[in-house]
């Protein structure tokens, strides 16, 4: 960390952990043997890539990507959701989400995977695309409140990561899950766009969609600057899940109780309270986690892994800020310190009285934040 650089204070006390808005609507499995439509996992087939392929003109505003969704509610395998997280995830996501369209692009990553990319905002004459990636058992959905106010002046870009949503997972046709299938899902969606617009992109990642996006960074050029907000690897002796906690999640799934699973990550990770928890589950977005939490052991599992390291990403040579909730759990403070003490371009920003959702509870700190660091070019 050079000179001048605050470094967070791993020492602060963290208070009750502000409730994210949990994420949004999911769309229903295609049955088997029939082609998914739009809005559907798997690979949409040609036709339905000929329709989105660029569907508006760059620059051009188009309706919010989160229209209809009231931000004050505020959301390499996919299995079937199972438990109460199925049938009433879909039939909360029909009321919630009108006027939420199908993906305005597909892009397929390196493995073949298509990646939902949803687009909203104005551009204004020198900015750049923005990128925005969702973290554990969210979807595009979870810049709902943000979005609007970061998209005033640039065009965005929201991904479904794979094994959600509107995007497709290579688990399914044998390629296995690894954190680095998601570094290049990034990668592919940022080298698409920076051809249409001659130029790298900037990114904002949002816990593990901030370690996806620097992962990312590292496998292209075409990533200009990564907003990373509580993203880092832990350093040793600062898990932030008990050596155990994948195993459980995994029983409880096998179990068919996959909101237990959910409650255990938000309780154990995330640093949930019980009254943060009886405001999560009393959501109308609730049982659409649920329906997700079959994607939390892997990640939390890659976590683990070599490519997710403080040393691997450590080695991040572009320009990334990190952004860090005063009031988030002790783990988060510390992986942001190790992390940017070995970051070339790295910097702090933080968030007072912010837990692990300021994009919900401090939309205007968290965009003030944001648009800071990327400016103007």
Known sequence: MGPGRARPDPHRAAGRADHPAPTDPRRRAPAAGRRPRAGEGGDPGPDLWAARGSARAAGAAGPPAWRGLDPRRGGCRAGPAT?????????????????????????????????????????????????????????????????????????????????????????????????????KDVAAVAEALAAEHGGPVDVVGHSYGGRCALGASLVTPSIRRVVCYEGAPAPAGWPYQPDDLAARLGAHLDQGDPATALETFFREVVGFDDAAMADFRASPVWPLRVAAAHTIPRELDAERSPAASLDALGGVTVPVLQVLGTASKPAFHEATAALDARLVLGSVAHIEGAAHAAHHTHPDAFVLAVEAFLGRA
């Open 83 to 183: 438990g109460s997280g199925g049938r009433d995830g879909i039939a909360i996501a029909a009321g919630l989400g009108r006027g939420v369209s199908g993906p305005d692009r597909l892009v397929r990553s390196t493995d073949g995977t298509p990646i939902a990319v949803f687009e909203s905002g104005v551009a204004e004459p020198g900015t750049r695309p923005l990128v925005l990636v969702h973290g554990t058992t969210a979807d595009h959905l979870t810049f709902r409140v943000v979005g609007p106010l970061l998209g005033r002046r640039r065009r965005l870009f929201s991904i479904d990561r794979r094994g959600r949503g509107a995007s497709g997972d290579g688990v399914g046709t044998g390629v296995g899950y690894a954190i680095e299938c998601e570094f």
